[in-house]
């Protein structure tokens, strides 16, 4: 059971104090998570700490390869009606 940090990242530095099995270090392009000791925050957060800080949405995988932080995740709002926001946006 491990994260993967995927080259997305773009190396802001915000996932890496928050991790509490310290499995997150920089490494060339991004970020990477240690797969030997990511814990997936089990045991001591209910969400993974990296995820739920992490800027860049889908730039953080769960085992099974799922975005851990989904496109909407950070703003609340479902891609599809953020697309068709800035597409009236834009007309205007």
């Known amino acids: 059971m ?3 940090i995927i080259d997305s990242c773009v190396n ?3 996932c890496e104090p928050l ?3 310290k499995a997150i270090f920089e490494a060339k392009p991004h970020f990477l998570i240690d797969a030997k000791k990511c814990t997936e925050c089990d045991g001591d957060y ?3 700490q990296c ?3 992490c800027p860049i949405e889908g730039a953080i995988l769960t085992s099974a390869g799922v975005p851990c932080n989904p496109a909407g995740s950070l703003t609340g709002i ?3 009606k953020m697309q068709a926001a800035m597409a009236e946006l834009r007309a205007h």
Do not use: R
Request: include cysteine; proline fraction near 22%.
């Open 2 to 4: 491990a994260l993967k």
């Open 12 to 14: 802001c530095w915000a």
């Open 19 to 21: 991790c509490p099995s």
């Open 46 to 48: 209910t969400d993974p």
């Open 51 to 53: 995820a739920s800080i």
């Open 78 to 80: 479902p891609p599809e």
